[in-house]
């Protein structure tokens, strides 16, 4: 794919204006095209070469690429016309707010050659990228039990903005901690493997002005035999996010916001491991963008493929009907 290539991003919100930001520094002499439906929101988006407001507007422009950053209940449709008209795409998380329609884009996608990828940034944070491959590598024995947490304060997540506007705080966007905090999911996956089942509880305990949960818990049972806990909020004053694999020859433990990764074993003290680290936040998704672009331009499966971003939403779904129906859910594969 040239360099001078069209790509389209879909969304003015936070996200697609990094991605803007990040594609304009990676690939300064595309051409870059905006679909912004809400021509309410203001302010101006440096880097863009024209903002359209139909879809119809954006595939007359021939995008080869596309990233697809607006509120997660619109991403199938939108993803499925782009893909239709040859798109190569880069699908925010979380992948959709429901199933219908995921299958048909992936197969989409597949018959035409084109990169399906999902969102998920974390995966490209060097020091949670070692963890994963010192767990494939045995480096704690078998995995008997997987942790992931994240926690941070919603209004202080954008300060500028009122978190009560945002996509976050309402249900209809597909927000919530159980949707917008899934990256705790894809890790769970990732070091622990499919879900054979699991049992949730979710809930608004908090004093937060939003319409959907702002507490997640889930206890996942792994095919492996392993177990999980996964626990996602948007409550904690000090922001916490890590990840503990227990195995049984020793225990791994990530955090993000220290940016560390330490191993246990039996009669040794905690050992800091020598990981690399992001020089600033934004590397994470500079690195996506360029793995996004390299398998578009060598045909090569995407670290998180669409089907991977489903299996994502497939639990997270599942915890929310365990959560309602109060029952353990069986994942069916």
């Not at 304009?24 to 309410?40: A, E, K, N």
């Not at 035409?112 to 995966?123: I, Q």
């Not at 996010?241 to 993000?256: I, K, M, N, P, Q």
Request: aromatic share 4%; net charge negative.
């Amino acid at each position: 794919m040239a360099i001078d290539s069209t790509s389209l991003i879909v969304g003015s919100g936070s996200i697609a204006r990094r991605h803007l930001a990040n594609l304009r520094m990676l690939r300064p002499q595309s051409r870059i095209i905006v679909l912004r439906r809400q021509q309410s929101v203001s302010g101006d988006l440096p880097g863009a070469d024209r903002v359209v407001d139909t879809l119809e507007d954006a595939i007359r422009e021939r995008p080869e690429t596309a990233i697809v950053a607006n509120p997660a209940p619109f991403h199938v449709p939108v993803a499925q016309a782009l893909a239709e008209a040859g798109c190569h795409l880069l699908v925010e998380k979380p992948f959709s707010d429901r199933m219908d329609g995921l299958d048909a884009l992936i197969d989409t996608c597949a018959s035409r050659g084109a990169t399906l990828m999902v969102g998920y940034n974390l995966r490209f944070c060097p020091s949670l990228q070692a963890m994963a491959r010192l767990v494939t590598e045995g480096a704690v024995g078998r995995v008997l039990h997987v942790s992931a947490e994240i926690g941070q304060y919603l209004p202080d997540w954008r300060p500028s903005a009122d978190y009560r506007d945002g996509v976050t705080a309402q249900a209809s966007l597909g927000g919530g901690a159980l949707l917008e905090l899934s990256h705790e999911i894809d890790i769970a996956l990732w070091l622990g493997g499919p879900v054979a089942s699991l049992t949730a509880s979710l809930g608004r305990v908090g004093d937060l002005e939003i319409d959907t949960e702002d507490c997640a818990d889930l206890l996942v049972n792994f095919s492996s035999g392993a177990r999980g806990h996964v626990h996602m909020d948007l409550l904690q004053r000090v922001p916490t996010r890590r990840c503990r694999v227990v195995g049984s020859e020793g225990t791994l433990e990530w955090d993000y916001f220290e940016d560390t990764l330490r191993l246990g074993r039996p009669g040794e003290t905690w050992r800091q491991l020598e990981a690399p680290r992001l020089n600033q936040r934004n590397d994470m998704y500079l690195n996506e963008l360029a793995h996004f672009f390299a398998c578009v331009e060598q045909g090569v499966l995407p670290l998180v493929p669409g089907s991977v971003g489903r299996d994502v939403l497939a639990v997270a779904l599942a915890a929310r009907e365990s959560a309602a129906k109060k029952k353990t859910v069986e994942m069916l594969r």
